[in-house]
């Protein structure tokens, strides 16, 4: 599968001598062999985008924004080749991961629009004789470090970004998801970008970024991880001074008001908790229902958690894909166990589908007597795991739901519009959804607070990070 691509550099597919296997875990068997940078590439594809920069910085923004435009057009041509690697590497369901490439092309998209509204400002001088004028130049080289949840939004938000600030930019993909990633850089080379603007690497995760930081002609670090992860690059970026955009964990609270609709507050968290099978940052993994509520909510959430569909990604009637790693799965399996050790009670689910015999398949599991103190309610679940606990007042539910370090996205259930402005004032998240399941969309700023990162990518505010702030005080008189 991965035989047409390689290392992308100075606009062209390189091959290496080494490779590494990439397991499809619907099936457990190897989709084929990718490839692996060397550290020549790696710096082959440094140099690649620094020639690059010099002249895709000098493009004006009419054109960049007409090239970006066209890649959102060709990958919603391609959509659908696009879904069969998500779905193959990930074990996405397909119409998930349609989805992510539609969503994908509404981000370059949304970007090639960007590109034409970098404004500048002029402030009234203080001196009758000269000027103040403010304007924004692209920060430089920007390294683009690829999580494997979300493979090609996640790329495309990074390279479309860099693109539309006028930046060049080395992209690096997970080993779990290379393809999902390759395939993008394929549309974007159609298109016929500058030699070098758009570089990618495969390989060794912490190998190519260490040399990606270490390097002094990258000048921005864009990462989309783990808190843990996060911390260890940001330490190696402050040696650089780099600027840094960092989207990192969380461990959403998915709040159920006294007033609230259950039933249309149960089909919301269906939604929002089982999409890519809980492999989701901002996937809900606290859930606080009121007391009132409580009974009705679970006994309702339960029976619909059990119809679910599971199997592999690629059939289209799939609605629960595999968990997208070994590594993963085990990680699952183990938290329910000490979940259940603990002191909760499992509703449903607690075990691998008995379904099949191969592929990470894991049954969605759902917890009651869950305590605050659990380790459940502290690490990221990141996987079909929904702890359902009960709160008595407003109160209550707010101080429990600020209590972690992390603060990407809460999810609120409520009918009254004073109660929904009163509880996203009050949680200390970057996001808040509000009766939707609905939180990332091409012209909204994703991100968080606390150790869940900061900058933002998307919305008018994103390119803002790819881009130094000027000054100029210009004497009218020479």
């Not at 020549?40 to 493009?59: L, P, R």
């Not at 990618?200 to 040399?211: E, F, K, R, T, V």
């Not at 997208?324 to 603990?342: A, D, H, W």
Request: hydrophobic share 35%; proline share 4%.
């Amino acid at each position: 599968m991965y035989e047409n691509f390689g290392q992308f550099i100075d606009n062209k597919w390189h091959k290496s001598k080494d490779s590494y296997q990439v397991i499809n875990p619907s099936t457990e068997e190897i989709l084929g062999s990718a490839s692996k940078a060397s550290e020549e590439q790696v710096q082959q594809a440094i140099q690649s985008a620094a020639k690059g920069f010099v002249t895709w910085k000098n493009t004006q923004a009419w054109e960049r924004s007409n090239k970006i435009r066209k890649i959102a057009d060709l990958i919603r041509k391609r959509k659908d080749e696009i879904a069969k690697w998500i779905s193959l590497e990930v074990g996405k369901p397909f119409l998930q991961a349609q989805a992510e490439a539609i969503a994908s092309a509404d981000i370059f998209e949304w970007n090639a629009e960007e590109t034409k509204r970098i404004y500048g400002q002029t402030v009234e001088s203080r001196f009758k004789d000269t000027r103040v004028i403010i304007n924004y130049e692209p920060v430089g080289i920007v390294a683009g470090l690829v999580p494997w949840n979300f493979p090609c939004i996640l790329a495309s938000r990074k390279i479309s970004t860099a693109l539309g600030a006028g930046c060049s930019i080395v992209c690096k993909p997970d080993v779990i998801t290379p393809g999902s990633v390759m395939i993008l850089i394929d549309i974007i080379k159609e298109v016929g970008l500058p030699d070098g603007a758009v570089n990618m690497l495969s390989g060794d995760p912490a190998g190519i970024a260490q040399q990606l930081i270490n390097s002094d002609i990258i000048k921005k670090i864009s990462i989309t991880g783990s808190t843990r992860v996060g911390k260890l690059i940001l330490k190696q970026a402050a040696d650089k001074v780099q600027r840094v955009t960092m989207e990192l964990s969380g461990h959403s609270p998915f709040i159920v008001h006294a007033d609230a609709d259950v039933e249309k507050a149960v089909n919301m968290a269906i939604l929002a908790k089982y999409r890519n099978t809980g492999q989701v940052c901002i996937s809900p993994s606290r859930f606080y229902i009121h007391e009132s509520k409580k009974d009705d909510f679970t006994k309702s959430y339960v029976e619909k958690t059990q119809k679910l569909k599971i199997g592999p990604g690629i059939n289209k009637d799939t609605d629960l894909g595999p968990i997208t790693t070994e590594k993963r799965i085990n990680e699952i399996e183990e938290l329910v166990r000490l979940t259940e050790k603990e002191g909760a009670k499992i509703l449903c689910g607690g075990k691998r589908s008995a379904k099949f015999n191969k592929g990470y398949f894991y049954e969605p599991t759902v917890f009651d007597n869950v305590g605050d103190n659990f380790t459940i309610t502290q690490t990221e679940p990141f996987g079909p795991l929904s702890p359902i606990m009960s709160f008595k007042s407003f109160e209550d539910v707010i101080k429990r739901a600020n209590n972690h370090p992390n603060g990407l996205a809460a999810y609120v259930c409520t009918s009254s519009m004073n109660v929904a402005h009163e509880t996203s004032e009050a949680l200390e998240t970057g996001m808040v959804a509000i009766n939707t399941p609905v939180i990332p969309t091409a012209e909204t700023p994703f991100g968080g607070i606390k150790q869940s990162g900061y900058g933002r990518e998307g919305g008018s505010m994103a390119i803002k990070d790819y881009l130094n702030i000027k000054y100029t005080h210009l004497g009218l008189k020479g």
